[in-house]
């Protein structure tokens, strides 16, 4: 496997003028704001949320492996296999048992590791309220564009 640095001087030669490579890392997720084992769902039986919001950082490669080398040792540091804000947030899961003290410490160390990165790492998120997205885009419209998560991921590719 060639190396994405490689790479990248075989495609812009370093003699190349004006003529730059940047390779940016992307981890996102999605959250919604009702639940569906209490809320309604489509005609068809899919359950679409209020709202939708998908967010995420955006940051350089190397910037990403001091990021998960220390998240990796906090997660090591108290036992857990990776951090899942649903779960610490409702203290289920893997961290099921723990005390509020504890879930409260753990969160803020693992944001510090994020702000401690500084301007090096780029926040960046979009939503849309979904199920005007459905009640509004017609069934064609929906098809070329995607689910509301999907609009939303399409977005953030773009800014």
């Not at 730059?20 to 209490?38: E, N, R, V």
């Not at 005609?43 to 939708?52: E, I, S």
């Not at 401690?116 to 998120?125: E, H, N």
């Not at 309220?129 to 009640?135: C, F, L, S």
């Amino acid at each position: 496997m060639l190396p994405i640095g490689s790479l990248a001087k075989i495609l812009h030669p370093s003699f190349a003028k004006k003529r730059f490579l940047l390779l940016l890392s992307f981890y996102c997720d999605a959250s919604y704001d009702s639940d569906p084992k209490q809320d309604s769902t489509r005609g068809d039986g899919k359950y679409v949320p209020r709202t939708l919001i998908v967010g995420g950082f955006l940051a350089q490669d190397h910037i990403w492996k001091r990021i998960e080398r220390r998240w990796k040792n906090c997660n090591d540091f108290y036992g857990v296999k990776r951090f899942h804000a649903a779960d610490v947030n409702s203290i289920t899961g893997e961290y099921d048992g723990w005390r509020k003290s504890r879930q409260i410490q753990y969160s803020k160390r693992m944001l510090r590791i994020l702000t401690d990165q500084g301007t090096r790492l780029c926040a960046i998120t979009c939503g849309l309220k979904a199920r005007d997205y459905e009640r509004i885009i017609s069934e064609e419209g929906r098809a070329k564009w995607g689910s509301p998560y999907a609009v939303c991921f399409k977005q953030l590719l773009v800014l």
